[in-house]
């Protein structure tokens, strides 16, 4: 029986149509993938159904009834819960706390009688947890848990989640599949917004691909592959396997021995940790996201200050590509254009600058070759970077920090939200530079990118490196318990 039916959905902003006469049903007790490159209008899709937008044109049905969903709280009462990407906790508080509040308002909360009914929901759906824990205390992946509670505690029977799986580990994830497929044969309706086609592929019982803004595909996922499904999200074929020659290491560009770095409130979070990088080498660093790869990553790039030990380069140190965490907060000004970003680190020097004036017509021919070479896809090169896509400003970050033929790439999350056609646009360039000689270090919470792309494999867990691997030989449940602290 069908849950929930979209008809006709269609959403714009100015001039820009975001969902464009969108239709698709979803059976009760499914779970329906929703998949799309960067900008294809999932995030907007999910936002009509959890009540943040309207539509302009068309309708939704829920259990065989029309609703008109205005707000949020509309939504909720009207059964749907949305798990978010970013968790939407309040970490000071317990569990319990975090589950009830602005449901239960009364003045007199009876906190044990509600320990005890979230005890009963988790032990029910599998989800072991304590209510009496703070959150501030709670791994990751048990958070996750909290905000599945959260919906369930409200009695939502169509659960949304956004990208859920991109700051979990194997194990976790594994948990997630079981617990979602638990929830879908006790009768919730699911829908699974992902990049990830293998989770899809193994989870979903539908799919949906949009592509700038329309539905080109709603698919049985016995009826499809991985292959096809990325080809109709990017309109074209996509190669979802690395073509990684073996090319020889060349001699050592980057010593790190014994290191140690705070964060930015003084906490050490890098311990100890020493390696070594040559030229033609990528080390991949696995682990989850919060055991000190950022500080690393930031403290290589010369960011920040050493706590103690030494970094030492064998080659010029100002000649490092670096590809931030957070490509809006640290990898682009947004309210510059697209010309303007990829000058960022050269914009004194020729041939931009000529006694302090810079070149307008030199930094327009650069932006448009750059924007031809990487398909940075924009209207011109004047346009604002915070216009673009995810998966374009990341684009504008790679040509800027790949121009120059950097010595050393440092490559934090670089594919982190990105669709497979940017994913493999991101990789492709990374090992071409490989090829050239570049040594790179490629951080990432995603461990089967680390796996494929890595020469060397380090497994960070609470500021230490507690395995380096055999790129070639590791094993997903090798490098998944390491990942775990085992």
């Excluded at 900008?39 to 009509?48: E, F, Q, W």
């Excluded at 029309?66 to 909720?76: D, G, L």
């Amino acid at each position: 029986m069908t849950y929930l039916r979209l008809e006709g959905i269609t959403k714009s902003f100015n001039f820009f149509v975001a969902n464009d006469n969108i239709s698709f049903d979803i059976a009760s007790g499914k779970i329906h993938a929703i998949l799309g490159e960067n900008g294809a209008g999932k995030t907007t899709l999910m936002n009509i159904i959890s009540g943040l937008y309207q539509p302009d044109i068309g309708k939704i049905h829920l259990d065989n009834k029309t609703v008109n969903i205005t707000s949020a709280n509309a939504a909720i009462k009207l059964g749907i819960g949305t798990i978010y990407q970013h968790f939407m906790l309040v970490p000071q508080l317990s569990v319990t706390e975090n589950i009830i509040l602005g449901i239960d308002r009364n003045w007199r909360l009876n906190i044990k009688q509600k320990q005890q009914k979230i005890a009963a929901l988790s032990e029910f759906y599998g989800l072991e947890i304590n209510p009496k824990t703070k959150v501030a205390d709670l791994p990751v992946g048990t958070q996750q848990r909290v905000e599945i509670l959260k919906v369930l505690y409200r009695q939502s029977k169509l659960l949304i989640l956004d990208e859920p799986t991109a700051v979990l580990t194997p194990l976790e994830i594994k948990s997630l599949i079981k617990i979602l497929r638990k929830l879908a044969a006790d009768g919730k309706t699911i829908i699974f917004i992902s990049h990830k086609l293998e989770e899809v592929m193994n989870l979903c019982d539908t799919v949906t691909v949009l592509r700038q803004g329309k539905v080109v595909a709603n698919r049985n996922i016995t009826e499809t592959t991985s292959d096809e499904l990325a080809a109709l999200m990017v309109g074209r074929e996509v190669s979802l396997q690395l073509n990684k020659s073996p090319i020889q290491p060349g001699k050592v560009i980057l010593s790190v021995q014994n290191l140690q770095v705070a964060d930015d409130r003084g906490v050490t979070t890098v311990r100890n940790i020493s390696f070594e990088l040559r030229s033609r080498e990528i080390l991949g660093i696995a682990g989850v996201d919060g055991n000190g790869q950022r500080e690393l990553a930031d403290a290589v790039a010369g960011l920040r200050k050493l706590k103690k030990g030494k970094i030492k380069f064998t080659q010029n140190s100002s000649n490092t590509g670096y590809i931030p965490e957070d490509r809006q907060k640290m990898g682009l000004i947004l309210q510059y254009s697209i010309a303007q970003n990829l000058i960022l680190k050269a914009f004194k020097k020729l041939p931009y600058a000529h006694h302090f004036l810079l070149q307008s017509q030199v930094i327009n021919n650069h932006a448009m070759s750059a924007m031809e070479e990487f398909d940075i896809r924009a209207t011109g090169f004047d346009v604002k970077v915070s216009q673009l896509s995810g998966g374009n400003q990341q684009k504008v970050v790679l040509a800027r920090e790949l121009a120059g033929q950097p010595i050393l790439i440092v490559a934090m999350q670089p594919t982190r939200g990105l669709d497979v056609g940017a994913t493999e646009t991101v990789q492709r360039r990374l090992l071409e530079e490989r090829q050239r000689g570049a040594a790179i270090i490629y951080i990432s919470t995603e461990l089967q990118e680390v796996m494929a792309i890595s020469d060397r494999i380090a497994v960070m867990y609470r500021g230490e490196f507690v395995g380096l691997l055999d790129g070639n030989t590791a094993t997903v449940e090798e490098v998944g318990l390491l990942m775990g602290g085992g």
